[in-house]
């Protein structure tokens, strides 16, 4: 079996040698019609025989981008078993058979259908098979075979970014590194210069360079200062064919920082600054603000101020502002126009943070002259101290002169002074000051235990500006004078027992002294002058501000004493000695052989009170009977008041007043209001009742008020007349305070009274059966002779 192959080796190494010179698709199509397809025979000394296939071809080649009008021929299949009798069918399968690849089935020539591009996809792998037509079998085994895309500079370089953002520090040296870019080609780099990619620098120069191979951008100039100029921009190329050309390029931007160093010393933009002061002003006032000037930017700029040695640097202070970097000049010390009136301050400004690289460029600091006059204020007087300490006997007499305070006017002017008491702080007018020369001085007696201290305030004013004042405390302690004598420091009661012996302790005293001297108290114990040798008992000093009580005889008789009464002298050692006496009670008691009291004789004490025992009990007896004596008398009283009124259809009463209960005789006061009577103008205002609710309320008449004190029957005899007279007056006669009748009353009417007009008599007799409560009424109407 005889086969063929495309000579693509031969053509491979011609588009090598031919590339720059001819097109490489005029080279492939002028040689491949004609030397695409080669006859192998058994002649030939040393061909390859196959033995499985009658047919084989190596990997074709094809070009990208093919512009021409015709389809672009790719190769030729054929088999010896093709007699070229039609009889063959050949069949194209793989990567883009039927859409890219065509072949012609009759001849077995493979033609590009479309333009291909390499960096889409550069090799395809196809299968090729010859079919009988006839029969429909394969002829030939399946066959696969590689077509390979040729590559063209069709691609330019591109950068990886646009813009590119970069810093570097100022002052940099030459070749410093900045940034490196990075493009890439998408052509082959395998074959020819198409991806070979050259950098160059198109602007940005002479300040910046390019490494033509790497894309290093570096420094191209010494010193760069970023006060002259911060911002770059810098235009990179990348060509590729090795940069000549007709090589395609791309471009980007790259964008350089010059950042900050300290290369720059701070500068006070003028060499002296004046500011004035207020002799007044409080400490930490600030006066003025100064700043030096420094280009630099951050913490490159950061300084500090400070007050070199000299005038005025006790006196001022000077801080830092590190928001705006400004230097506040601060009082430091209280200033006086009078001591001195103008202070000359130089201030340095320096950096904080200075870079050791720029240190020759000089010294990174500036000084500055600041002037500052002190103005003059009127000032309130100065005292010669901050505070007086005055030390006085408690015993001083009233006016004595204690102590001095002492004040000046701190102006020029020297203005007089005039002292007073704040009396806030002296209540009590205990002291006085005189105006003109402070002296201090007592107006009451001083008592060390009443108040060891005295705190006052002392004022001192300008006599021409009231205005001007100042105030200083004034501590008076007032010193002890031993003037308290010593007293015992407790009540004590003290006993004895019957059955004492000689020699024993009954009782350990002890005194207490309202003094304090400085040494301490010392009290001393001894017996009164009157009796210096008691007979019953001893006394004895314990050296210890105590003092014993001893017995001095065996035994003691309640019966013949029962209490002993003993003086005891105590006096203290200061200066002058102060004494007083204690009489110390004794009771004599029953012990039992312990010593432990057991009972005292009552009776003495009881006598001591005046009173017995038989008189107290008598006492006690008297007041339970006054008191049964009250209770029953209230018992009796209130069962009284609870008895029922005789009552009866035929009772018939003339009174003031009518009331549901009764009466409680002329001595009740209560009952009503003897004064209306006497007073017609009281009558008149008609009070009403307050225990009955009145059905009617008549409007009474005024007469002409009776304004002579006369006898209450006469009134009553009055105003019965006048009633009778009166046709407008009530149906009833009654000379009642109240203008209606009660409610319900069990008298029932009184309107059946006789008046002094009726023509009948009426028995009365039977008001003095009623008791000595209706006396006065059954006097009044039961007599013959009644008036």
Request: net charge negative.
């Given at each position: 079996?005889?086969?063929?192959?495309?000579?693509?080796?031969?053509?491979?190494?011609?588009?090598?040698?031919?590339?720059?010179?001819?097109?490489?698709?005029?080279?492939?199509?002028?040689?491949?019609?004609?030397?695409?397809?080669?006859?192998?025979?058994?002649?030939?000394?040393?061909?390859?025989?196959?033995?499985?296939?009658?047919?084989?071809?190596?990997?074709?080649?094809?070009?990208?981008?093919?512009?021409?009008?015709?389809?672009?021929?790719?190769?030729?299949?054929?088999?010896?078993?093709?007699?070229?009798?039609?009889?063959?069918?050949?069949?194209?399968?793989?990567?883009?058979?039927?859409?890219?690849?065509?072949?012609?089935?009759n001849t077995g020539d493979i033609h590009a259908a479309k333009k291909l591009d390499r960096e889409e996809k550069s090799l395809y792998i196809l299968r090729a098979k010859a079919i009988d037509r006839k029969t429909g079998r394969q002829v030939e085994p399946e066959s696969e075979f590689i077509i390979k895309i040729h590559d063209i500079n069709d691609n330019e370089p591109k950068f990886t970014k646009d813009l590119y953002t970069a810093s570097v520090p100022e002052m940099s040296g030459v070749g410093t590194s900045v940034i490196q870019v990075t493009a890439t080609d998408a052509d082959d780099a395998n074959y020819g210069n198409s991806a070979k990619v050259v950098y160059s620098i198109l602007q940005g120069q002479p300040y910046f360079s390019v490494?033509?191979?790497?894309?290093?951008?570096?420094?191209?100039?010494?010193?760069?200062?970023?006060?002259?100029?911060?911002?770059?921009?810098?235009?990179?190329?990348?060509?590729?064919?090795?940069?000549?050309?007709?090589?395609?390029?791309?471009?980007?931007?790259?964008?350089?920082?010059?950042?900050?160093?300290?290369?720059?010393?701070?500068?006070?933009?003028?060499?002296?600054?004046?500011?004035?002061?207020?002799?007044?002003?409080?400490?930490?006032?600030?006066?003025?603000?100064?700043?030096?000037?420094?280009?630099?930017?951050?913490?490159?700029?950061?300084?500090?101020?400070?007050?070199?040695?000299?005038?005025?640097?006790?006196?001022?202070?000077?801080?830092?502002?590190?928001?705006?970097?400004?230097?506040?000049?601060?009082?430091?010390?209280?200033?006086?126009?009078?001591?001195?009136?103008?202070?000359?301050?130089?201030?340095?400004?320096?950096?904080?943070?200075?870079?050791?690289?720029?240190?020759?460029?000089?010294?990174?600091?500036?000084?500055?002259?600041?002037?500052?006059?002190?103005?003059?204020?009127?000032?309130?007087?100065?005292?010669?101290?901050?505070?007086?300490?005055?030390?006085?006997?408690?015993?001083?007499?009233?006016?004595?002169?204690?102590?001095?305070?002492?004040?000046?006017?701190?102006?020029?002017?020297?203005?007089?002074?005039?002292?007073?008491?704040?009396?806030?702080?002296?209540?009590?007018?205990?002291?006085?000051?005189?105006?003109?020369?402070?002296?201090?001085?007592?107006?009451?007696?001083?008592?060390?235990?009443?108040?060891?201290?005295?705190?006052?305030?002392?004022?001192?004013?300008?006599?021409?500006?009231?205005?001007?004042?100042?105030?200083?405390?004034?501590?008076?302690?007032?010193?002890?004078?031993?003037?308290?004598?010593?007293?015992?420091?407790?009540?004590?009661?003290?006993?004895?027992?019957?059955?004492?012996?000689?020699?024993?302790?009954?009782?350990?005293?002890?005194?207490?002294?309202?003094?304090?001297?400085?040494?301490?108290?010392?009290?001393?114990?001894?017996?009164?002058?009157?009796?210096?040798?008691?007979?019953?008992?001893?006394?004895?000093?314990?050296?210890?501000?105590?003092?014993?009580?001893?017995?001095?005889?065996?035994?003691?008789?309640?019966?013949?004493?029962?209490?002993?009464?003993?003086?005891?002298?105590?006096?203290?050692?200061?200066?002058?000695?102060?004494?007083?006496?204690?009489?110390?009670?004794?009771?004599?008691?029953?012990?039992?052989?312990?010593?432990?009291?057991?009972?005292?004789?009552?009776?003495?004490?009881?006598?001591?009170?005046?009173?017995?025992?038989?008189?107290?009990?008598?006492?006690?007896?008297?007041?339970?009977?006054?008191?049964?004596?009250?209770?029953?008398?209230?018992?009796?009283?209130?069962?009284?008041?609870?008895?029922?009124?005789?009552?009866?259809?035929?009772?018939?009463?003339?009174?003031?007043?009518?009331?549901?209960?009764?009466?409680?005789?002329?001595?009740?006061?209560?009952?009503?209001?003897?004064?209306?009577?006497?007073?017609?103008?009281?009558?008149?205002?008609?009070?009403?009742?307050?225990?009955?609710?009145?059905?009617?309320?008549?409007?009474?008449?005024?007469?002409?008020?009776?304004?002579?004190?006369?006898?209450?029957?006469?009134?009553?005899?009055?105003?019965?007349?006048?009633?009778?007279?009166?046709?407008?007056?009530?149906?009833?006669?009654?000379?009642?305070?109240?203008?209606?009748?009660?409610?319900?009353?069990?008298?029932?009417?009184?309107?059946?009274?006789?008046?002094?007009?009726?023509?009948?008599?009426?028995?009365?007799?039977?008001?003095?059966?009623?008791?000595?409560?209706?006396?006065?009424?059954?006097?009044?109407?039961?007599?013959?002779?009644?008036?």
């Amino acid at each position: 079996m005889r086969t063929y192959y495309c000579l693509s080796l031969f053509i491979w190494t011609c588009m090598f040698h031919t590339v720059d010179a001819i097109p490489l698709q005029e080279k492939a199509n002028s040689d491949l019609p004609s030397k695409m397809v080669v006859d192998l025979t058994k002649e030939d000394g040393k061909m390859l025989h196959r033995t499985k296939r009658g047919w084989m071809w190596n990997q074709f080649f094809l070009l990208e981008e093919y512009t021409g009008t015709d389809t672009q021929y790719v190769g030729k299949l054929h088999t010896d078993q093709d007699k070229g009798d039609g009889n063959l069918k050949y069949i194209l399968t793989g990567d883009g058979a039927g859409s890219l690849f065509v072949i012609d089935e009759n001849t077995g020539d493979i033609h590009a259908a479309k333009k291909l591009d390499r960096e889409e996809k550069s090799l395809y792998i196809l299968r090729a098979k010859a079919i009988d037509r006839k029969t429909g079998r394969q002829v030939e085994p399946e066959s696969e075979f590689i077509i390979k895309i040729h590559d063209i500079n069709d691609n330019e370089p591109k950068f990886t970014k646009d813009l590119y953002t970069a810093s570097v520090p100022e002052m940099s040296g030459v070749g410093t590194s900045v940034i490196q870019v990075t493009a890439t080609d998408a052509d082959d780099a395998n074959y020819g210069n198409s991806a070979k990619v050259v950098y160059s620098i198109l602007q940005g120069q002479p300040y910046f360079s390019v490494d033509p191979e790497s894309g290093i951008i570096k420094t191209a100039l010494p010193d760069m200062s970023r006060e002259n100029r911060e911002q770059y921009q810098v235009v990179i190329q990348a060509k590729d064919m090795g940069g000549q050309m007709g090589g395609l390029s791309g471009t980007t931007t790259v964008n350089i920082t010059l950042t900050d160093v300290n290369n720059n010393p701070p500068r006070f933009p003028q060499s002296t600054y004046q500011f004035n002061s207020p002799e007044s002003v409080p400490l930490g006032t600030h006066l003025g603000r100064i700043k030096a000037n420094d280009p630099d930017v951050g913490e490159n700029a950061e300084m500090e101020y400070s007050i070199a040695e000299g005038d005025g640097a006790d006196m001022f202070d000077v801080i830092t502002d590190k928001d705006t970097q400004e230097g506040i000049i601060t009082v430091k010390q209280n200033l006086d126009f009078e001591n001195q009136m103008l202070y000359t301050l130089r201030v340095d400004a320096s950096n904080t943070h200075p870079d050791p690289r720029f240190l020759h460029l000089g010294p990174f600091k500036d000084t500055a002259v600041v002037k500052i006059s002190v103005q003059d204020i009127d000032e309130p007087p100065v005292f010669s101290k901050l505070f007086y300490l005055i030390e006085v006997d408690e015993d001083v007499k009233e006016g004595s002169i204690i102590g001095q305070v002492t004040a000046y006017d701190p102006d020029a002017m020297n203005n007089l002074i005039k002292y007073s008491i704040d009396r806030h702080t002296d209540m009590d007018r205990i002291f006085s000051i005189h105006s003109e020369n402070g002296s201090i001085f007592t107006l009451k007696p001083l008592d060390r235990e009443s108040s060891s201290w005295h705190n006052i305030s002392i004022t001192a004013t300008e006599i021409n500006n009231s205005k001007q004042s100042s105030h200083i405390p004034v501590f008076i302690r007032i010193l002890d004078i031993n003037d308290h004598a010593p007293e015992f420091a407790m009540y004590y009661e003290t006993f004895v027992c019957e059955n004492a012996k000689p020699g024993q302790l009954i009782q350990t005293i002890s005194v207490m002294d309202k003094d304090d001297p400085p040494r301490g108290h010392k009290f001393f114990f001894e017996p009164v002058p009157e009796f210096p040798l008691n007979p019953n008992f001893t006394i004895v000093d314990n050296k210890d501000n105590t003092a014993g009580i001893v017995t001095r005889k065996d035994g003691y008789s309640r019966n013949k004493m029962s209490t002993y009464l003993l003086p005891i002298l105590i006096f203290d050692n200061d200066y002058p000695i102060q004494s007083s006496t204690g009489t110390l009670t004794i009771r004599v008691c029953a012990c039992d052989n312990q010593g432990n009291m057991q009972s005292c004789n009552a009776e003495a004490l009881v006598l001591a009170a005046g009173l017995s025992t038989g008189a107290l009990i008598a006492i006690l007896l008297c007041v339970i009977i006054l008191l049964v004596l009250v209770v029953l008398f209230a018992a009796l009283k209130r069962q009284r008041k609870k008895e029922p009124l005789i009552i009866s259809k035929d009772d018939v009463r003339d009174n003031i007043v009518t009331y549901n209960d009764e009466g409680g005789g002329e001595e009740d006061t209560q009952a009503f209001d003897i004064g209306t009577l006497r007073n017609p103008e009281a009558r008149e205002d008609s009070k009403l009742r307050r225990d009955v609710m009145p059905e009617t309320i008549f409007q009474i008449r005024r007469t002409v008020p009776l304004w002579e004190n006369i006898d209450v029957q006469d009134f009553i005899h009055r105003r019965l007349k006048e009633n009778d007279s009166d046709p407008s007056a009530p149906p009833y006669d009654s000379l009642a305070t109240y203008a209606y009748e009660g409610n319900d009353s069990i008298a029932n009417s009184l309107s059946s009274l006789e008046s002094l007009t009726a023509d009948c008599n009426q028995d009365y007799d039977y008001l003095s059966d009623w008791g000595p409560r209706f006396k006065k009424l059954a006097d009044m109407y039961g007599g013959d002779d009644s008036d």
